[in-house]
């Protein structure tokens, strides 16, 4: 599995879609933002590989999205991870390897690194579990945004 293009969900994909089918909100989205030089990839793939068999194991996680770019001999990613309620993102926030890994990104890999946690309020396009009709998310939208 490369690394570069991560897409991993519980659900099938709509035949004609890529994209990370979601429930309908609420759930929780991890926005991870990362710089890091080219040096080190073997083992930065490698902590990353083990992080990704370990967090499709856990209670709770909904799938992952991830976009990396090469630019001036540096990776810059960006991914979320999904989960369906706080007490299954804390308890992968909490997890002994997970933690020991991101004690040693943090140490090894990263130039800089932020990790923002937000609540899914609304989704609407492409993938949607529930209210697969184009009228139902919008309708959904008003609400939210009125």
Same mark, same amino acid.
């Given at each position: 599995?490369?690394?570069?293009?991560?897409?991993?969900?519980?659900?099938?994909?709509?035949?004609?879609?890529?994209?990370?089918?979601?429930?309908?909100?609420?759930?929780?989205?991890?926005?991870?933002?990362?710089?890091?030089?080219?040096? +080190?990839? /073997?083992?930065?793939?490698?902590?990353?590989?083990?992080?990704?068999?370990? =967090?499709? #194991?856990?209670? &709770?996680?909904?799938?992952?999205?991830?976009?990396?770019?090469?630019?001036?001999?540096?990776?810059?990613?960006?991914?979320?991870?999904?989960?369906?309620?706080?007490?299954?993102?804390?308890?992968?926030?909490?997890?002994?390897?997970?933690?020991?890994?991101?004690?040693? +990104?943090? /140490?090894?890999?990263?130039?800089?690194?932020?990790?923002?946690?937000?609540? =899914?309020? #609304?989704?609407? &396009?492409?993938?949607?579990?529930?209210?697969?009709?184009?009228?139902?998310?919008?309708?959904?939208?008003?609400?939210?945004?009125?």
């Amino acid at each position: 599995m490369k690394i570069a293009s991560t897409h991993h969900a519980l659900a099938d994909l709509k035949p004609d879609s890529e994209l990370l089918r979601t429930p309908s909100p609420p759930y929780y989205a991890v926005i991870s933002t990362s710089i890091r030089p080219m040096e +080190g990839s /073997a083992d930065y793939d490698t902590v990353m590989e083990a992080m990704i068999r370990l =967090v499709k #194991e856990m209670p &709770g996680f909904l799938g992952a999205e991830s976009s990396v770019e090469l630019k001036d001999n540096k990776y810059y990613k960006v991914s979320t991870v999904y989960w369906r309620d706080l007490k299954s993102l804390s308890a992968w926030r909490h997890d002994a390897a997970h933690v020991k890994a991101k004690e040693h +990104g943090a /140490a090894h890999f990263y130039l800089e690194h932020n990790i923002r946690v937000c609540q =899914v309020i #609304e989704h609407y &396009g492409a993938n949607l579990t529930d209210c697969q009709s184009k009228r139902c998310a919008y309708e959904s939208r008003e609400s939210l945004l009125d």
